[in-house]
């Protein structure tokens, strides 16, 4: 399985999704890889030599339009490869969508980033005309605690028929005081409540593989029900 996290904007976090999801399922048992595939700000690469204690799993650098074709020669020897996708750059973007099983998008909740999120919700599309059954899912991020992501970005969402994992993850400093020494938050406060959203989307994640249509057919549901 490859998991493609995506998104056209850059600081959403693709990063610290990538890296905390591949800890996660890691720590579950699997046999993990993460490819780096941002050339410019390396910071899955960047991550993981800030870590001073054992390495979970292999980061490496694919940073490249030919990752399609180059990646699953490697990723055959894992469970699950995660893929920390790139910024701008449509050509890797492309090469993700078609390395991928599943994408995963974090998006921000608020107006401008569900606008941006149009772009990769486009360069899907696209890739949807070769590979019919490639699976895509938005997960909010930085939600600002104890309030509700407004109905407009709900909507919004819901409007690119693509399923948003029921788990929002929190705005938190934990974040950035893990990454910088290259942890996951999971390792720095494991029984936080960032690392039980961490765990829930995983698990989400993992569903999502094998229920795509039934998440499919809740988001129909959303359009024609929004507060619903
Ligand atoms: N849920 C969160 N709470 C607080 N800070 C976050 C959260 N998610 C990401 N960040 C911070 O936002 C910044 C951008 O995140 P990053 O994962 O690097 O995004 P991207 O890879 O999409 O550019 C980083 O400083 C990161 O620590
Ligand atoms: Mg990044």
Redesign the pocket.
């Known amino acids: 399985m490859i998991l493609g996290v995506l ?1 056209q ?9 990538a890296t905390n999801l591949a800890h996660t399922y890691a720590t579950q048992g699997a046999r993990v890889l993460l490819v780096d595939a ?1 050339p410019q ?1 390396k ?1 899955a690469t960047r991550w993981s030599s800030a870590r001073e204690i054992e390495q979970l799993f292999p980061v490496i650098g694919m940073a490249k339009p030919t990752l399609h074709k180059d990646l699953p020669a490697v990723a055959r020897n894992y469970d699950l490869t995660i893929i ?1 996708g790139a ?1 701008q750059l449509a050509e890797i973007g492309r090469s993700i969508l078609l390395a991928s099983d599943m994408i995963v998008i ?1 998006v921000q909740p608020s107006p401008y980033d569900v606008w941006s999120a149009a772009d990769t919700v486009d360069l899907i599309r696209e890739a949807r005309v070769f590979k019919e059954n490639l699976k895509a899912v938005f997960v909010v ?2 939600k600002i605690a104890n309030t509700a992501i407004g109905r407009d970005v709900t909507e919004a969402l819901a409007q690119h028929e693509i399923p948003t994992l029921k788990t929002h ?5 934990v ?2 005081e893990s ?1 910088a020494q290259g942890l996951a938050v999971e390792e720095m406060e494991p029984d936080s409540q960032a690392a039980k959203e961490i765990r829930q989307v995983a698990s989400e994640i993992r569903r999502a593989g094998d229920n795509y249509e039934a998440m499919l057919a809740t988001v129909a549901d959303t359009i024609g029900n929004p507060d619903g």
């Open positions: 998104n904007k850059g600081g959403v976090g693709k990063t610290s999704l941002d700000s910071s920390d910024p974090p991020n930085r993850l929190v705005q938190r400093v974040y950035a990454a």
